[in-house]
């Protein structure tokens, strides 16, 4: 581990000045993520910022939004009482995401904010295009099992790790920021040419809360994560659904997918195959194909095609009240 | 035997009170970190270490260039060397994660990023990775070679022609790692000439011969200390370099040296298992009994270490069968040294029982049935006796679980989403006894001490010595402080094959009966005593307590007459259960698993678990259950969720880390039902016991297998079972 500047920062205007001093500055959250990048030589920043006592922290349900702090602890999103009863695809997600321990300890904007799984980028000594633009992406044509089948290039087929951004995909919200909004769906980006830019934040911008419509909170939702082993462990694929509903016909619905793309990927073409329709065995089954659209499987990952489609058809059976 | 309460090393262990290798504090310490090969195959042009050198806090930069030769090199693979090549001597590179510098600074953190400065240009090979990959190079090993096997017994192939029912089947088991909770750790402090070795270690003694022989210096002068050790599993059963590398830096350094080997280097310096690709092809008469059986199993090797680490053991020594063949053959790659991994004959058992399971269902036979329709009453051909209370196993197993008569046809147990299925399949491990002396001082506080130069794998060694001489002196458990883990002791064995505890048993049994004698004599002859003039053999012992057998109120403590005595009594006792038995000594069991599968994702879940054991006699109840129960997780391991995947091209393991490597989570693991037979074998040795620890690691994987096949009516012939595994069985199913 490289020596590093540590500060504290107390309100959030406070924490964007101090990480301005340093381009290679890094916020402190939670620390589950970043200590080990700094640990594997993944990151080396100079100044460490702690943002734990910025107050951005609590739930709060307002008539337009609900909104998040970024603070907020993984776990305590999850037990909050209004969560678990409006929001079912949110606290469904948190509690699918790392183990007890980890998620008392994350954060909101932490885990928004983490770093692929992909094995060649957690390796120091491989090449990869995230990390080292240019030095070549060993998934492709290597062990990619957990890679992407969706919106990956040829420059890099990594999966976006996280199960909340999954949830808060389909639950249409925005990242809040020291200074802007920025909608989830343009908050990651896919990795192009360009695979090291993965997210719409600039250097140094803190992230201050997440916001979900408040109108989401009476929808129906619902999330599956598939996985190697029953905990403690990220996903194959998972799928989380978000369904306005009028009597059994779908008003409006928004579907995202984990597991196999390098951002939470929406659905769009199962959401449209679904709009309008009563969830019968022919429309789910559509909606499932639908989902892999476009899919470009790998070696090993072609599973996951199939995996989706069974996936996203179980979940809006379940969410849509089949069963 | 009164057990003592509880395990004698757990209020340390829990207190944190118990310091392990890496956890002792010497004055001077430096921080030792290993840089290893990021190339499988090829030369090292160039390697520079100037910004490393320059960095601060660092005091040593060892490379080939620099590094001492060593004062030996071994020529082939040959115990206890773990491995032949000797990394720091040559700019050769034989595998991924090859040792190609060591970086000590004074803190760890400085170590650390010194050892990223190093910077090391290669000349690399293609490498040659993967099993399955490279099928055609397999070929049949000289003979003499580790684990390889060619037996023919009877004529195979006629059993199979004349066979009423026959099945054929390629099964393949997963890259294996150890991941020990405790990391290989080594810490080494010279005095002068002496040096202490604080080793995370299987074996005290190996450490201290490879490591006296690879420095040049006398055996005497080399200490080597290992009082608490967190798993091994194999990977430290043998002594790899890095144990020597760092003692050698010591000496040269004047200073003492710790290396703790970080997650990711655990996944290449001290061994794995090797992958395996077997063929099995078995036939039998209408009621069940074997005519024909051959069992072919290809593992990978390292190439300048050729073992086969999948050896066959249940094969060949648990069934009866008329025409038998066991084939091994190996294909080399560049990969480190394979080593035995917790049970070593685990892949090529859970093969075969896989394998029974399918001929069960081609007879339309219960599998227990099956099994009992060959069962041996002892391993066919061998020469010595042994006593198997297998078929026991099957009846308490088969009833605990609640074994139908008659299995529900596959698939059609469904709950919702959710296939249900049950699955048995048969345990065995070869275990061995080895050497070991003991000796017992009881003290003129009439307490005893007990040492063997052994160590505590963490399998109960601590509490089974004490329990075992607590019975044999006569004493309470309390009155009995166990001392291991130090090469000052009487020599002891590794903690490997099962063997610890059976055989330092008999050692400490025997050195209590010694000590107990001794201070009887010393009370019949002392007029003191309200014992004097008695014959010894009227004597008893019990609570601490010396007494008339038939007046057993006339008596006295053992303290009362050591302190009247003035000095400690000592008595030695020994073992000598053949190195390695021959054949024939084998521990038991029946595995029944429940499993369920989903539908949609082909997640498989084990919902139940029952092992029944034949482990001869149960030395101590809590400590053997935890032993079983931990094999039956690895079983649930290597069933559903444990491979280490190796990039072909890099020759580099790409799950080098717990998050990428997965050991089953408290989620993956239901209830788990133990039975032991518990009847002690009078052949295995003097206490009954046999070897406990692997067993029940074998067997079941299979269980599990056979229940993912009776849930699904999809066979899947790989372990582990992944979903992506399970889906593809079903549609492959589907497009027949
Ligand atoms: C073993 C393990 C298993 C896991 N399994 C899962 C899983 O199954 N599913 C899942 O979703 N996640 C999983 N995680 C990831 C875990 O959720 C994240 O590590 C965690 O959410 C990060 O939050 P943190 O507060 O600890 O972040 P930190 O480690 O403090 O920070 C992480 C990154 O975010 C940046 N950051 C933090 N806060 C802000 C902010 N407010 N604004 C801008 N940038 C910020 C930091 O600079 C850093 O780059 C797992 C993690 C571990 C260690």
């Known amino acids: 581990m490289r020596p590093f500047a540590y500060a504290q920062a107390t309100s959030a205007a406070d924490a964007v000045a101090v990480a301005g001093r340093d381009p290679s500055a890094a916020f402190l959250a939670g620390g589950t993520e970043l200590l080990n990048l700094m640990r594997d030589g993944l990151a080396a920043p100079g100044l460490v910022v702690d943002v734990n006592a910025v107050p951005a922290k609590g739930i709060s349900f307002g008539e337009e939004v609900i909104r998040i702090g970024a603070l907020a602890r993984m776990a305590e999103v999850a037990r909050e009482p209004r969560v678990r009863d409006r929001l079912p695809v949110l606290s469904q997600a948190l509690l699918a995401g790392a183990s007890a321990q980890v998620r008392n300890a994350a954060s909101v904007g932490g885990n928004l904010m983490q770093r692929t799984r992909c094995w060649y980028f957690r390796d120091a000594a491989m090449p990869c295009n995230t990390r080292v633009p240019g030095s070549g992406c060993p998934a492709i044509g290597g062990e990619n099992r957990w890679h992407a089948i969706l919106g990956g290039s040829d420059a890099c087929i990594k999966v976006h790790p996280s199960d909340l951004a999954v949830a808060l995909t389909a639950l249409d919200a925005t990242v809040v920021t020291h200074d802007r909004r920025i909608p989830i769906t343009e908050f990651y980006r896919l990795p192009g040419s360009t695979p090291h830019v993965e997210t719409a934040l600039r250097p140094g911008e803190l992230i201050v809360a997440v916001e979900i419509p408040a109108a989401g909170a009476g929808f129906r939702s619902g999330y599956r994560k598939v996985r190697d082993r029953a905990s403690f462990e990220f996903a194959l694929v998972s799928v989380a659904v978000s369904l306005d509903l009028d009597g059994g016909t779908v008003r409006q619905a928004r579907i995202a997918l984990g597991g196999v793309a390098p951002r939470p990927w929406r659905a769009l073409a199962a959401e449209n195959a679904v709009r309008g329709r009563r969830l019968t065995p022919d429309v789910l089954r559509a909606a499932g194909e639908a989902a892999v659209e476009g899919a470009a499987p790998r070696e090993h990952n072609a599973f996951k095609v199939e995996l989706v489609r069974r996936t996203v058809a179980d979940v809006l059976e379940r969410v849509g009240g089949g069963r | ?736």
């Open chain 2, 1 to 736: 035997m009164t057990p003592p309460p509880g395990r004698v090393d757990g209020p340390d262990k829990v207190t944190g009170a118990a310091r392990y290798a890496a956890d002792q504090r010497v004055p001077g310490l430096t921080h030792a970190v290993l840089v290893q090969s990021t190339i499988a195959r090829g030369r090292i042009t160039r390697i520079d270490t100037a910004a490393a050198e320059a960095a601060p806090g660092v005091l040593a930069v060892c490379t080939h260039e620099n590094m001492p030769r060593f004062a030996h090199r071994p020529t082939s693979w040959l115990p206890p060397h773990a491995q032949s090549t000797v990394p720091l001597q040559e700019p050769d590179i034989w595998y991924g994660g090859q040792h190609v510098a060591v970086v000590v600074a004074d803190t760890l953190e400085r170590a650390h990023e010194a050892a990223r400065l190093v910077r090391v240009d290669y000349d690399a090979e293609t490498p040659t990775i993967g099993l399955r990959e490279n099928l055609g190079r397999a070929y049949t090993p000289p003979d003499g070679t580790p684990g390889a096997l060619q037996l023919v017994r009877g004529d195979p192939e006629a059993g199979l022609a004349a066979a009423d029912a026959r099945i054929e089947a390629e099964y393949t088991t997963a890259v294996n790692h150890h991941n020990p909770i405790e990391p290989s750790a080594t810490l080494a402090v010279w005095e002068g000439e002496n040096l202490t070795l604080y080793e995370s270690t299987q074996s005290i003694t190996y450490t201290r011969e490879v490591v006296a022989e690879m420095l040049g210096v006398p055996a005497e002068r080399v200490r080597v200390v290992t009082p608490f050790l967190g798993g091994g599993f194999g990977s430290k059963g043998f002594v790899w370099p890095h144990t020597y590398i760092v003692a050698a830096v010591a000496r040269q350094l004047r200073r003492p040296v710790r290396l703790v080997l970080t997650r990711a280097q655990m996944s290449t310096s001290c061994g794995h298992r090797p992958a395996s690709v077997q063929r099995l092809r078995a036939g039998a008469t209408r009621d069940g009994r074997l005519t024909g059986l051959t069992h072919h199993i290809i593992s990978h090797s390292a190439t300048r270490d050729l073992i086969h680490f999948n050896p066959v053991a249940s094969t060949q020594a648990v069934y009866t069968c008329p025409g038998l063949r066991v084939s091994t053959q190996v294909v080399e790659v560049d990969m480190g040294t394979t080593m035995a991994t917790r049970p070593p004959s685990g892949p090529a058992n859970e093969a075969l029982e896989m394998a029974l399971d399918e001929l069960s269902w081609e007879l339309g036979m219960d599998p227990v049935a099956l099994r009992l329709a060959n069962y041996a009453a002892s391993e066919p051909g061998a020469t010595n006796p042994e006593t198997r209370f297998l078929r026991e196993c099957y009846e308490l197993g088969a009833e605990r679980f609640g074994w139908p008569r008659s299995r529900p046809e596959p698939g059609s147990m469904r709950e919702g989403e959710t296939l249900v299925g049950w699955g048995m399949a048969g345990s065995y491990h070869r275990w061995h006894g080895m050497r070991a002396q003991a000796a017992v001082e009881i003290g003129t506080d009439g307490r005893a001490i007990v040492r063997s130069g052994t160590q505590d794998i963490g399998t109960g060694t601590y509490t089974i010595m004490t329990e075992i001489a607590a019975e044999a002196l006569g004493m309470r458990p309390a009155s009995v402080r166990p001392r291991l883990g130090d090469t000052r002791y009487p020599p002891g064995p590794t903690s490997s094959g099962s063997t610890t505890a059976a055989t330092v048993g008999v050692a400490v049994r025997e050195a209590g009966r010694a000590a107990r004698e001794k201070v009887t004599a010393l009370a019949v002859a002392d007029p003191r005593s309200p014992l004097y003039g008695a014959a010894a053999g009227e004597v008893g012992a019990a609570d601490d307590r010396l007494f008339l057998t038939a007046r057993p109120r006339r008596g006295e403590t053992y303290r009362q007459i050591m302190e009247r005595h003035g000095a400690p009594v000592h008595a030695s006792g020994s073992a000598d259960l053949g190195t390695p038995a021959p054949s024939g000594a084998g521990s038991y069991g029946a595995a029944f698993a429940e499993v369920r599968v989903s539908a949609v994702t082909g997640e498989v879940r084990v919902s139940r678990m029952v092992s029944a054991l034949d482990v001869g006699r149960v030395l101590n109840a809590a400590t053997a259950r935890s032993q079983a129960i931990g094999g039956m997780i690895w079983g649930i391991g290597m069933a559903l969720t444990e491979h280490t995947l190796v990039d072909r091209r890099l020759g580099r393991i790409v799950t080098a880390n717990l998050a990428g490597y997965l050991v089953p989570v408290e989620a993956d693991v239901p209830d788990l039902d133990v039975i032991f037979v518990d009847r002690p074998d009078p052949h295995a040795n003097a206490l009954g016991a046999r070897g406990m620890g692997e067993v029940a690691g074998t067997g079941t994987a299979a269980a599990i297998a056979n229940a993912v096949y009776h849930a699904t009516g999809h066979r899947v012939r790989h372990l582990p079972i992944t979903p992506d595994l399970v889906l593809a069985a079903g549609e492959a199913a589907a497009t027949e």
